[in-house]
Every structure is written in structure tokens, then in C-alpha cells.
């Protein structure tokens, strides 16, 4: 499996936050060869579920978002310019932003987030004073373009020596793609669980999508694969690029699952980091602990900069990392509920 | 025909040439040059200098001036984490349109993303500031300053990563600001002119716009002289109609007066009246100060005429300024009908 090629096609494909259909149909694709059955939920979640072959084994869910930020049309504004809204970006990035619209009809025309102009300033633009330029006329961009039609960066993914990746959507297509790795791994391997894999929609609006079909699947362990804040220079305290996974200590992540990813990390010496927050994860784990009657929850994290930026950047190496430590868990999983109930 | 145009502008604006660094811009326009006539020279400050033989000899030197230069950056410091540093020369791209975009730094073009903190570890107070563009960390995935040093050095210039691109019936990409007077330019040149014509293609025009203009005056003592230039088109919804200079799609602009100098009103006058019997698009700048070098063209030891032609451009101060096709069309075509009056003009 060319890991690489397979993460970039994932950057590339388009699923702007509640209109994920395309990227779902993408992560599909590549995630049907590795499991027993596959499918789009009702709620637009990518599901594959490898059965183990034990009546009533334990379930193991593996969450990934595949949705990602970005913007939306919102309206015309006049002369062929439209409005904008957005999912999570940070939108002192958009002004100058190239980007691709995803039309009604299909298309997709290329357009660019404008601040308009003059005098440069150091004030951040606000919102209401960014708007979509697609260099069509009037007729033609109001023919075209309609509200809600999604806006995403225009920013093909490139690598770099030492196998980091620029591009948009690592956060969370990177942890999906350290999945398919994984389970890519797992082919052929006898298991004591269900391994359920959820490339999850609509997180970063905080939509219920990812805790809906946990509560349909009932896992004894949901386990969010998702992205956390690698050091920078601005970020000292950030987690280190070659250094591996993240392992949660924080309130979400079940201590028994900590506790064993750290002792799988260390018998097969995969490269891993500590990592320590005082709040609630917001991953989807954080919804999906509360769902039912509760379901316990892990939580492990792949470094990335400049999350909900146009270029995020991941480093292949920790990915690689990530799904043989996920892969090890995977193995080792015999339910929680039987023996530590 | 037009096609010409727009493969001369993908050709210009696809070379990195920083202000004052344009060696790669002027290599091509000279090979250009070459081709189509044995005048040619740059002087002693890197500007090139072309004449091309027309059907007659004008009573006074044409002069046909534009630039080759475009905004950019250069590194200034290498830091021990293998982050950059860079300055904007002239601080002319607004750096709201530089956070989180793409650099090509250095003649391989390395490549570099201009970071800013990611917004969740920003408080909300200091969310509504933009930093200066020099505090900023460029990321080009070195792991040190030695190895960061593998790659670029202090003293590199830096362009933004945007290749001319089609946008709707427009174009989009760096270099158009300062390139598309340069693609007109190398068009008509390559035309059947009416008369003898020199074409100047000027460097630092982002640095100092009236340091090409006063050497080429100086140089050429021009009778009649055309700038071929870019003016913001300012034609978004936040700007009420009575303040927008000029719009994309309305066609060539016209600029009345420059700085310290007032364009040939006749001229002007005519052009418009040509241009609206073939069909062809004009507007009249609507600004009351335009940074140029219009007065310089009409400085030479005898004086001279000067009109200025220019294709609107949105967001002139962006990492990637947009230029509708149409628009480049009717500057080329007026400039060429200009050129074909040249005679009228000298008298």
C-alpha cells in the first residue's frame, strides 16, 4: 500500500463539513478491499466493519472525521462576487485564498477568497467583509454558483524530504488514512474483535453524526484517531514530529486504554509521545463517552501544524507510526466489558 | 492573434523575477526580442532596451514602456529551528494575503508555507491582529538551521507559489501586476509596425516607479510615448460605485493624468472614440493620484506626448492578482492603434 499516494489523494478529495459525499465516496473506495462489508450510513459516515468470526466478539470502532474546513456560499454580493461562510477555518488565512467551488450542477470552478481592497492593514478582515471571486461575470457566477455551495482551499498536497506532507485536510484524513494502514496490516490476521472502522462525518461543525452510529453499532471500545497541535516555534509545548503518536492522558480516554497503548509501544518499540490535556477531548469522543448508557473511549493523536489552515502539515513517519501502534491494539483487543468489568 | 499575448504572459509571469532580481524575466524577453529584431541591448542597470523597424522612420523616437519586475520577498534570517524569516520588498503585498500561503523560495523554487499560529491556541483577543510579515515563521519542513541551509540561503528572494492560472474568463496568478505591460509589449513587437518604436522594459517598478522611466526618457528623448501598466480594479461590493477607479471587464483604462503629469488629452479622446466604433472596451481611470512614471516619459531633453494604457487588475496587493482576458485584449489593441497614429501625434 503506497501510503503516501493513498494520504494525498485523501488531502485532495472534497468534503467540506456536512457536504462530505465526494470524500466519502473516496475513503469508500479505499476502505472496501480491507474489511468484510462497507457502506455510507444514513448520516453520511464511512463504515467498514472486518469480522473476526467469534459469535459475539467484543467491537472494537476506529473514528476518524473525514470532513473538513472550509467555507460556503452564502449569497451573492453583486458584480460576480458572492458571500461566504465557513466550517472551522481560520479565516485570517482566507483573504487571497485560492479555492475550488463545488457547484450544484457538478462543476468545479476555480475561484479565489478576497478581503477586497485597499490599504494594506493589520487588522484581520471580518467575515462579512470576505467574498468569493470566481472571475465570471455577474450571469454567468450567479448561473452557477448557488448558497451553499461549498468552497475549499485550492492547495494541491506536496511532500517534502523527511516525509512531511503540505496540503488541506490532515486533520483528519491523515488518522484515516493511518486506518486503512492499519487494516491494510490486519489482513489475514485472527482477531478476538470486530474491528469497525467509521471515516466520521460533519466534526468540525460538532454534528452528532459520529455519536448517532456508535449508538447504532454499540462498540465495547470507541477509539477517536484524530489530530493535536505539533510543536512550532509559536507553539513550544506542541507534540514533536518523528517522535510517533500521541498517547491521551486526559479526560476522555479510558485509562486502561492508555495504559495498554503505552505498554504496546514499548514491547514492539514504536516510536511514541505523552500527551497531557486538563480538558475534555474534542474529538468525537468526547460525544460518543455520553451516548447510550456510555461507552468507554481512547483516544490517540497524530502531531500536525497549523490545524484548520490551508496547508496542514503531517509527517508520514508518525502516521506509519500510529497505525502499527493501532494495529498492535487491534490485535491485542479481547473487550474490556469480560475481563475488567 | 491574441493568442500571442496570453502565451507571452504565461511565459513571463511562470519566471521568478523579484524587483531588482529579474535576471530570469529579461533573459526571455531578450531571447524575444532577438527574434524578431537586431536592436537590442539592456543598459547599464539591467533595463533592456529594444528597437524594431516599422515602415518609416517617425520625425521623433516611439517609446513603448513597461516593466519585467513583480512584488516578492526576501529571506533574511535562517532561524536555528530551520524556520525562515523574510522581509516584503516595498512591503507592497498587504500581508493579510500572505498568512498561510505558499512561498517558492530561491531559483529552485523551494518551497515554504507562511505560518501563523493555529487559531484554537490563539486567544481570542489577539485574533483580530495581523502580525507584521517580518515576525512571521516561513516552514520549509528543515528539521535545523543546517539543514534549512541545504536548501536556501539568507539573501534569496521569495515569490508567491501561484502559477498564472485561468479563473472564469479571467486570469489569476503572480507576476500579472507587473508582467501583463510586458506580454502586450512583446506582442507588438512582434507586429508590422507603422514606424521605427523602441520598447523598454524597466526593472524595480515596484521598488521605484520612476527609475526606469527617466533612464528610457533620457535615453530614448521620446516624441510620443506609451506606459503599458496594471491599475487596481477596486470594483468589490464594499466599495460604494463613486469611489471604484476601475472595473474589471470595463475594458482598457485610460489614465488622465499621472504623476506630476497630465496625458494627451487628444490622444486619449481619439483612442476612445476608435475604440468604441470597433467595440472595444474603455474606461477612464477615476483616481486622483497614480503612482506611474508618466512624468518621466515626457521628461526627456525635448519633451514629448505620453498616454498611459492599462489593464485593471483586482487585488494588485495580493499574493495573486486577477486580470480579465478581454481587458488585455483592449490595451493590446489600442496600443497598436496608437502606434499606427504615432505619425499624426509627432506631426
Known amino acids: 500500500m503506497d501510503i503516501t499516494a493513498i494520504y494525498k489523494e485523501l488531502s485532495r478529495s472534497a468534503g467540506l463539513s456536512c457536504r462530505e459525499r465526494s470524500a466519502a465516496e473516496t475513503c469508500l473506495a479505499l476502505l472496501r478491499p480491507l474489511v468484510d462489508a462497507a457502506e455510507i450510513d444514513a448520516w453520511g459516515n464511512v463504515i467498514g466493519i472486518k469480522r473476526c468470526g467469534i459469535s459475539n466478539a467484543p467491537v472494537l470502532m476506529f473514528d476518524a472525521h473525514i470532513d473538513q474546513v472550509g467555507f460556503y456560499v452564502t449569497g451573492p454580493a453583486g458584480n460576480g462576487f458572492f458571500h ?35 490599504e494594506p492593514s493589520d487588522k484581520a478582515v471580518p467575515g462579512d467583509k470576505l467574498y468569493l471571486d470566481t472571475g465570471l461575470s455577474e450571469a454567468e457566477a450567479e448561473r452557477l454558483i448557488h448558497k451553499d455551495d461549498p468552497i475549499l482551499c485550492d492547495c494541491p498536497p506536496y511532500e517534502l524530504p523527511g516525509g512531511l506532507i503540505y496540503g488541506p485536510a490532515a486533520d483528519d484524513r491523515a ?10 496490516k490486519l ?28 449508538e447504532r ?13 505539533a510543536k512550532t516555534p509559536d507553539n513550544p509545548g506542541g507534540e514533536e514530529f518523528y517522535k510517533g503518536p500521541a498517547i491521551a492522558r486526559q479526560g476522555t480516554s479510558d485509562p486502561r486504554v492508555t495504559k495498554r497503548l503505552f505498554e504496546l509501544a514499548e514491547k514492539y518499540e514504536i516510536s511514541h509521545q505523552e500527551y497531557v490535556i486538563s480538558y475534555i477531548s474534542g474529538t468525537n469522543a468526547g460525544e460518543v463517552q455520553i451516548k447510550g448508557k456510555g461507552y468507554p473511549c481512547g483516544v490517540v493523536s497524530l502531531p500536525i501544524r497549523y490545524m484548520h489552515a490551508p496547508y496542514e502539515v503531517c509527517c508520514m513517519e508518525d502516521l506509519v507510526s500510529l497505525s502499527e501502534l493501532l494495529y498492535r491494539f487491534a490485535c491485542d483487543f479481547h473487550g474490556f466489558g469480560k475481563e475488567n468489568a | 492573434m491574441m493568442n500571442g499575448i496570453f502565451e507571452q504572459l504565461y511565459a513571463l509571469c511562470n519566471r521568478d523575477g523579484v524587483t531588482n532580481f529579474e535576471d530570469d524575466v529579461r533573459e526571455y524577453i531578450l531571447s524575444k526580442a532577438h527574434s524578431c529584431t537586431d536592436t537590442v541591448f539592456c543598459d547599464s542597470v539591467g533595463n533592456v532596451f529594444v528597437c524594431k523597424k516599422g515602415a518609416c522612420e517617425p520625425k521623433r523616437p516611439i517609446l513603448v514602456l513597461t516593466n519585467m519586475d513583480e512584488p516578492g520577498f526576501m529571506v533574511k534570517e535562517i532561524t536555528s529551528d530551520g524556520y525562515l524569516h523574510v522581509v516584503a520588498i516595498d512591503d507592497y503585498i498587504d500581508v493579510r494575503t500572505v498568512l498561510g500561503k505558499k512561498l517558492w523560495i530561491g531559483r529552485n523554487r523551494v518551497p515554504g508555507v507562511v505560518a501563523l499560529k493555529a487559531i484554537h491556541l490563539t486567544p481570542k483577543s489577539a485574533r483580530g491582529s495581523i502580525p507584521d510579515i517580518d515576525s512571521l515563521n516561513v516552514d520549509i519542513g528543515a528539521a535545523n538551521r543546517e539543514d534549512a541551509e541545504k536548501r536556501v540561503k539568507c539573501g534569496d528572494t521569495a515569490v508567491p507559489a501561484y502559477a498564472l492560472t485561468e479563473m472564469g474568463d479571467c486570469l489569476r496568478g503572480k507576476g500579472l501586476t507587473g508582467r501583463t505591460g510586458a506580454a502586450i509589449a512583446l506582442r507588438l513587437m512582434q507586429d508590422e509596425l507603422p514606424y521605427d518604436t523602441w520598447f523598454a522594459f524597466i526593472k524595480k517598478s515596484v521598488l521605484t516607479p520612476h527609475f526606469g522611466g527617466v533612464l528610457a526618457a533620457r535615453r530614448i528623448d521620446p516624441g510620443f510615448s506609451i506606459l503599458l501598466n496594471c491599475h487596481e480594479a477596486n470594483d468589490m461590493p464594499n466599495i460604494p460605485e463613486e469611489k471604484r477607479m476601475v472595473t474589471l471587464r470595463g475594458g482598457a483604462a485610460l489614465a488622465l493624468k499621472g504623476t506630476s503629469v497630465c496625458y494627451n488629452r487628444q490622444i486619449n479622446r481619439g483612442l476612445v472614440a476608435w475604440a468604441a466604433e470597433q467595440g472595444i472596451p474603455t474606461q477612464y481611470i477615476q483616481a486622483d493620484r497614480i503612482r506611474d512614471a508618466g512624468q518621466d516619459l515626457t521628461a526627456g531633453a525635448s519633451g514629448g506626448e505620453a498616454i498611459a494604457l492599462s489593464v485593471p487588475v483586482r487585488y494588485v496587493n495580493s499574493m495573486s492578482p486577477v486580470a480579465c482576458k478581454r481587458d488585455i485584449e483592449a490595451v493590446y489593441l489600442l496600443a497598436q492603434q496608437a502606434l499606427r497614429k504615432a505619425g499624426e501625434i509627432l506631426g
Open chain 1, 175 to 184: 488518522c484515516f488514512a493511518a486506518l486503512l494502514l492499519m487494516m491494510e
Open chain 1, 84 to 118: 461566504i461562510g465557513e466550517t472551522g477555518m481560520d479565516m485570517r488565512l482566507a483573504p487571497g485564498l485560492p479555492v475550488r467551488v463545488f457547484t450544484r450542477d457538478g462543476q468545479e470552478l476555480p475561484g479565489m477568497i478576497t478581503c477586497g481592497t485597499g
Open chain 1, 217 to 229: 453499532i454499540k462498540p465495547d471500545l470507541f477509539f477517536a484517531v484524530d489530530v493535536c497541535h
Open chain 1, 187 to 214: 489482513k489475514g490476521q485472527k482477531l478476538a474483535a470486530d474491528i469497525v472502522i467509521q471515516g466520521a462525518c460533519r466534526e468540525e461543525v460538532g454534528g452528532p453524526s459520529a455519536g448517532n452510529s456508535a
